[in-house]
């Protein structure tokens, strides 16, 4: 699952709060969207991390080392934002990853918001309340331009798209520049603040 939005000037702190807002969404989706740990070097050295505490406090300060620097001098560039990297600790149907990147306000084309969710395979997308559920959490939490729920195929082929397509599920922002797109063969379902796609 991809979530985008763009520049949008947000602290380590907000971005903390959409942050802990979300993973605790997750969490009551399946037993698979959590115990989040940091990533090691390597697989066997992620594995020795223990679970996350993920209250605001905590993630605000994963944020703030996760932000873009420069490479003479270490200063940190602003409006790049801040970005958090995670897995479950878990392997084979069970894996899931998680990167968010928020608090970017940078207008170089190219570079976005973002929140990457790798799903676990066990993970039923074709369920329409699963998916529907899924998609709620992170409208909620990040209020995004556009998020879709895709196979890595999919993101693989329309990487150089850099807009909305169809695979699995797709939301769509009424204030997003995208708001006109439809898909003429695809069920729609109006939402508070966007429309969702499914095939």
Known sequence: MAVYWGPRMESAGECAGRA????????SLSDDFRGWRLPGRSRADASLNSPLVWDARRLEELFLKGRNRRDIGGEAIDELGFRISVWNGKSGDETASLTMKCGLYSDVPGVS????TKIPPKFDVHSTTQITLLLDSVIMAWSPEWAVVASQFSMTEHADQ????????LYISTSSESASVSFPNAKRYATANGVVFLP
């Open 113 to 116: 918001n973002v929140v990457l």
């Open 20 to 27: 802990s807002m979300f993973l605790e969404s997750l969490s």
């Open 162 to 169: 850099h807009g909305p397509f169809l695979d699995r599920a």
